[in-house]
């Protein structure tokens, strides 16, 4: 038994109302179970119960067994004086608070097909706990809920972006600088590329305009990948430039970026990704405004400007892979655009009065392939439906932030399975 699972069914009444009594004999009436608490305090707060005729109003504690009230030190601690009711699996021993009053105890009687169905689903070795039970499940309560999950991704999304401009105060371009920057880590390298982007001041990106080698430059230089040893004649050309940038500018290099390079194909290298991205600056010199006027036909953002020839025959430095011309794909500008042009431009709009931005984005979303890469496979190999971008999307959520962490509880899908509710 788990206290998250009897928080669960608490929190949405499953189990026999009409069998709630105290150690004492007491009949217990829930007027109000309360609010969950995700913070330190107790489980539930602002609760209301009836103990026989008499009514209470405060916070309710749960826990697997009693004797956890003590094992967590709750009879010390003042800000457990307001629990009115102490509900358990196991009532091993009385419990006490700080003042030394009892506080009414409760077992909270438990079906058992719903422990056999929540450790069913926890058993599974399946990345996803639940892999193809959920046919069993009514078609549109599934459907409702992977919509639920690409909104959710949009918000969080979203969010990251409002963070950002936060930290930025209120800097747009230094927001969507950063946001392109973090973009071209296509996962991997996500979090080395964000603090390449933080480490680049937007006067030293705006000063290259479209020079493109004074832009590999700033970008190689910064993130600590031009080679001192032995370096050919790009090198030694890149060093140079740099020093002189860096001097300007008075740039520092990233210290610990944290390249990954094993096992990825020499496309994602972080190096190749740099040239490209360097390609992407240089082609659209006016980053901000390129995004941000005009309607979607009209956007025009140029992802065809050619890497430098270096890199057009290089996927590392002095490593060559002749006669391949590296830039953006089809798969890549789509991952750009989900994952950078969308979220900023509707998150700008949205900001700015537009209360459309949010159905504006949901829409492109469903216009856009829908991304192909492990996590997405993992649910078409299941039987679910990915047509889009907006449910690979939402697909992608449900594993990273339900799936992966085992909380099932908070997933509606795991909620039907658990209290057998099939269509």
Request: charged residues 20%.
């Amino acid at each position: 038994m788990q206290e998250d699972f009897l928080q669960y069914l608490w929190k949405y009444g499953l189990f026999p109302a009409d069998k709630l009594f105290t150690a004492d004999h007491q009949r217990i009436q829930i007027l109000t179970p309360g609010q969950l608490n995700t913070d330190a305090g107790p489980d539930f707060l602002m609760a209301k119960i009836r103990i026989d005729e008499a009514v209470w109003a405060g916070h309710v504690e749960i826990h697997v067994k009693a004797s956890d009230w003590y094992r967590h030190n709750h009879n010390e601690d003042p800000g457990y004086d307001p629990v009115i009711l102490h509900v358990v699996y196991e009532a091993d021993c009385q419990v006490k608070r700080a003042n030394g009053d009892c506080i009414p105890t409760v077992v909270l009687p438990v079906k058992t097909s719903y422990i056999d169905n929540y450790h069913q689903i926890l058993s599974a070795l399946s990345p996803v706990p639940c892999e193809t039970s959920w046919k069993n499940i009514d078609t549109a309560e599934v459907e409702n809920w992977i919509v639920n999950m690409g909104i959710e991704r949009m918000q969080v999304k979203s969010g990251e972006v409002f963070k950002r401009l936060e930290t930025n105060k209120g800097g747009w371009e230094e927001t969507w600088f950063q946001i392109i920057f973090r973009s071209f880590g296509f996962g991997i390298n996500q979090d080395s590329f964000d603090r390449l982007g933080q480490s680049v001041p937007l006067a030293a990106i705006r000063s290259t305009g479209s020079n493109l080698f004074r832009l590999e430059a700033i970008l190689y230089g910064q993130a600590d990948l031009i080679p001192v040893r032995k370096p050919d004649p790009y090198c030694r050309a890149l060093m140079v430039e740099y020093g002189f940038v860096r001097q300007k500018f008075n740039l520092v290099a990233v210290k610990n970026p944290g390249w990954k390079f094993l096992r990825m194909r020499p496309s994602n290298f972080p190096t190749v990704r740099i040239a490209e991205l360097a390609a992407f600056l240089a082609g659209n010199p006016d980053r901000l405004d390129s995004v941000l006027r005009g309607s979607e036909t009209e956007m025009k953002l140029v992802t065809d400007y050619p890497v430098s020839s270096y890199w057009k025959i290089h996927y590392d430095f002095g490593k060559k892979w002749e006669g391949r011309s590296t830039g953006f794909g089809g798969s890549t500008l789509n991952l750009f655009m989900i994952n950078a042009v969308l979220p900023f431009r509707a998150s700008y709009a949205n900001r700015n009065g537009d209360s459309g931005a949010w159905e504006k984005w949901m829409e492109r979303l469903e216009k856009l392939p829908a991304e192909n890469n492990r996590i997405t496979r993992v649910w078409s190999g299941f039987g679910y439906r990915v047509p889009n971008a907006f449910y690979s999307q939402a697909f992608l959520h449900l594993y990273t932030h339900y799936c992966r962490e085992r909380h099932c509880l908070n997933c509606h899908i795991g909620q039907c399975l658990i209290r057998g509710k099939w269509g």
